[in-house]
């Protein structure tokens, strides 16, 4: 049996992923600092590594037909905001690292999560900028440290892949979101975010802040859509980079009042302009997966919250309660 490797394991999508391999009859060996905090991880190995370490790296990958590289120091717009030189530091050395470790153990194939924050800011000034296709990436002008370093890798993977010959898929990444995730704290992605403070509300309503002025646009792609683009990747002959993010935009205005529908709250936005936003407008747009991968995420947002916000809220009131069995 072939061996995949899974490097972020025991992080939000890497858990998911691990899951949907083993479960389709994969061995599996999961790689990451920590286990995954909220269910084990299923990987019949599971490796505690830190890939800034490039013998560490080698170990990670040693024997693997497959590697799905999504290992990084990562979280929200908190986080991004307030370790950005941590940010770029880890993530370089993780990255080069890993590819370089795949190449030496001459992986067969090669999957790298890349991220939309590699998208040039001036396209993204207004609410309604147009869906960002993957040929627009330069002029460069990537999303604070965490965006360059995406970038910098897809550039270390085309070139890895055209002077040494390696099979290196680049998946560009956009605002997943699902159980298992982080919902609190600077390391929250938006959406949790928000799903965890309209969980925190007491009884029926009441009000949250919300960064920004609400008219800030996203696109939201769920989790279950995101490994199931990874591994139609990982299968396919695609050597360009290819968006995994739905085409379905709101407002976060609209997002909350979306959440607070699923939750059976009324929920009053209080607004922080001053904030960090990111960009005001940002969406996927698919037909790049459509045409090479035959296939495009498609889980509808309101479905996506269904699932998503009662395992928030379930873990919410765990933690109320002092109970860790959510």
Known sequence: MTLIVVTGAGGFIGSHLVRRLVRDGHHVRGVDLERPRYQPSGAQEFLIADLRDPARAAEAVAGADTVFALAANMGGIGWTHTAPAEILHDNLLISTHTVQACRAARVRTTVYTSSACVYP??????????????????????????????????????????SHGMDIKVARLHAIYGPLGTHDGPRAKSLAMLCDKVARLPGTEGEIEVWGDGTQTRSYCYVDDCVEGLIRLSRSEVTEPVNLGSEERVDIAGLVERIAAVAGKKVRCAFAPDRPVGPRGRSSD?????????????????????????WIARQVQAAAAGRTDA
């Not at 090479?292 to 498609?298: I, Q, R």
Request: aromatic share 10%; hydrophobic share 30%.
């Open 121 to 162: 800011g001036y396209l993204q000034r207004e609410p309604d900028a147009p869906p960002l296709a993957e040929d627009r990436v330069f002029p460069a002008d990537p999303d604070m440290e965490y965006g360059w370093e995406k970038l910098t890798t897809e550039i270390l993977c085309r070139t890895y892949r055209a």
């Open 286 to 310: 698919n037909t790049r997966c459509r045409q090479l991968l035959g296939w495009a995420p498609d889980t509808p947002l309101d479905t996506g919250l269904q699932r998503t916000y009662p």
